[in-house]
């Protein structure tokens, strides 16, 4: 099967998946959610910082505390969906999309709640004191399906170590060719025969190096990333903001262009499955993650006195992503947009040199910084998508293991992750972004439709947090105060049995 018919197939399936099905059971969850929870993403905001700042309240070497768990989320969500997820939403549905991403970000704020909160009511407990879980787990321990938790799982798997790996190395391999093209050969006259090598180059190089991460380098390579990475995003809201300044006459043009494109009638009926509304719910569901049943995953690892805090703590990571740092990313584009619309998919005339995805990103801070602006987002592309490479396949590897503790297969299954990222680099951009669509839907699917279900015990939780904060306590959750509730490996501590590092416990680090 060559490419083209590949590409053809996989773009049928991604359309119908999300044009007459998935966006309607997104809508509807984020809504219903909302509705059950009494808008908590939005009358618990001042909870969610205060949650950020909780010590962790179970001893142990390898727990993590509510901020870590977090920042462990919040890496896997802020990368290049936020920049090249953008960019590909403004050039395929328009600007209105921008605006769609924003609304289902608030929306699903509270299925992003829903999922978290119920990693942490089922979450298991490790040899080493961690903290696991994840929809997998409570599939497996509320509804007593093991069957579907291994389907999601796999779902996920595919999702992750597949689909979104596959595109990180794409999203690499695209932006170091377009540097290339800008910055090298079109001042150097360098042969084109470099331009072809590069995505094989660039292949080889991500699967060396992020195989030596897998089998063992993880902890040399961790550290970097950790300091590189929140240093690269916290520069880019810099520089954004600092465009930003520098074009305030062009803010309200942009701000009136998103909104004004966001509820154009013919655009929307006129091609739906193309639209500003699913390229904003898909880049949005890239992007933030809510409801997809990934973060859950990394929920599940804090150490909190209360399921309802990682809840809420999780939900202010998806406004983190998509309302901030998004928006960052369309203001920056749409400024750059405005000012050439001949080199951009609103071209008309233009649309055969239109740029999308990480060039166009590339040419925006190119011409806001020079040659200055274009190299660093060229390291910063590198920087988010190794990062979300590593922490892609943490989830990936901790579904696996949900699956099997097989260490052969393990081995196995870590050398098939490394070839996908070879041949990631070297992918179509439409196939890209299609495969990390269609694994997407399916775990979301299963994901929502499960926490739809299980749903009546996050909202239990959340009322058993709201009568102990009404009654001025710090909220600790008993599972067995819940009548009925599933069976659950850990809160079964009573708030006098339950150790706190104000005890005088020595807690590990912050591994």
Known sequence: MDMDALVNITDTIDTYMYTYFLVFLLIGAGIYFTIRTKGVQFT???DMFSAITEKKHVPGQKSVSSFQAMMVSTASRVGTGNIAGVATAIAVGGPGAVFWMWLMALINGASAFVESTLAQIWKVRGEGGEFRGGPAYYIEQALKQRWLGIVFAISLILCFALGFNGLQTYNMSSSIEYFYNQ??????GVPGYFETQIPFAIGVMLAVVFAFV??????????LTSAIVPAMAILYLV???IMAVM???ALPAVFG????EAFDFNSIVGGFAGSMIVQGIKRGLFSNEAGMGSAPNAAASASVSHPVKQGLVQTLSVFIDTIVICTCSAVMIMIFVQGHMELTPFGGAGEDVGLTNMPLVQQTMLYAFGDVGIIFMTVAIFAFAFSSLVG?????????KFITQSKPALTVFRIVCAIVVFFGAQSNLTLAWNLADIFMGIEAIINIVVIFILGKWAFAALEDYKAQKAQGLDPVFVADTIPGIPATECWHETRDEL???DEGIVFGGSE
């Open 183 to 188: 910055a090298v050969a079109g001042q150097a």
């Open 247 to 249: 074009n305030a006459g």
């Open 257 to 260: 262009l998103i909104f004004q």
């Open 499 to 501: 150790p706190t590092i």
């Open 44 to 46: 618990h905001l001042k």
């Open 239 to 241: 520089l954004a903001v």
């Open 214 to 223: 897998l089998f063992g380098g993880t902890h040399r390579i961790s550290f």
């Open 392 to 400: 892609n396949y943490y989830y990936a590897e901790q579904n696996f």
